[in-house]
């Protein structure tokens, strides 16, 4: 997963629960730029941001083995 993926996945879920994005940054505890860098797939993100956001959509952040290691990137 890419972080330009993963800023789809962030923006898909607030729309989804019809947030905007001052909202979601309120609900959790985000600056408004950092949402809308996360959203743009901005790939240098803090992780416990990250992770602020997810549990305020209600989402949660799996590892999943999906290739050998050294193999290249997951599909």
Known sequence: MTSLEIGRAVR??????????????????VGLRFLVELERGKA??????????LQALGLDLRLVECRRP????CQ
Request: glycine share 10%; aromatic share 4%; proline share 6%.
């Open 44 to 53: 240098t993100i803090q992780l416990d941001r990250l992770l602020a956001v």
């Open 12 to 29: 898909n879920a607030r729309k989804s629960m019809g947030l905007r994005q001052p909202e979601l940054a309120a609900a959790a505890g």
């Open 70 to 73: 050294f193999d290249g990137p």
